[in-house]
């Protein structure tokens, strides 16, 4: 099911089709940031792409990352996935997103963040805002979100899940409020 799309890109719930893409993805090291050591995925991938769709269906941001492929609409290749993210360690929900290696640099991270960021806000309203953590050193990403309108809120030192220790995290959210006033 599709949730979003732009003029490039159809932002749609996981099919177990998507599998091979999301292996090629943890190959080129474009996932490894979203789950850590990867080597692995060919063993444990379709059955994360089964579990997510059931995290989708139950849809709640609180429980899990809620993960959607993002799909070329021109080529129809999955290119990427984009969603959302409980922090426990902090109470926030923030975005979450990965396009593979040879899809950077066209613009796709920042039209994916932006759609699902809009969708996020008009699907749960009640919702006030949304993070993202990257790390201080990760010039890309930190670029994407804020040609995305997300603003930087502060930079301190954070051990995401995946990190081995301490490192210098930018800590940037999009308001709600931001959003209703755009429209």
Same mark, same amino acid.
């Given at each position: 099911?599709?949730?979003?799309? &732009? ?109 699902? &960021? ?14 993202? &953590? ?50």
């Amino acid at each position: 099911m599709k949730i979003c799309e &732009t003029d490039r890109i159809i932002i749609r719930e996981f099919t177990q089709d998507d599998t091979k893409a999301f292996i090629d993805m943890t190959a080129d090291g474009s996932l490894w940031e979203l789950f850590g050591d990867c080597s692995e995925a060919a063993g444990w991938m379709a059955k994360w792409i089964g579990e997510s769709k059931e995290i989708t269906e139950r849809d709640n941001p609180y429980e899990e990352y809620l993960a959607y492929a993002i799909v070329d609409k021109i080529t129809k290749d999955v290119i990427g996935s984009v969603g959302c993210s409980v922090y426990e360690d902090i109470h926030e929900i923030g975005i979450a997103y990965c396009i593979g290696s040879k899809y950077r640099g066209k613009g796709f991270a920042k039209e994916a963040v932006s759609a699902y &960021t809009k969708y996020f806000f008009e699907h749960y309203p009640n919702i006030n805002r949304m993070i993202a &953590t990257i790390r201080q050193d990760n010039i890309i990403s930190n670029s994407v979100i804020r040609s995305a309108d997300y603003e930087l809120e502060m930079t301190k030192m954070y051990k995401d899940i995946n990190d081995e220790e301490e490192a210098m995290y930018n800590f940037y959210v999009y308001d709600n409020k931001k959003f209703v006033e755009e429209k």
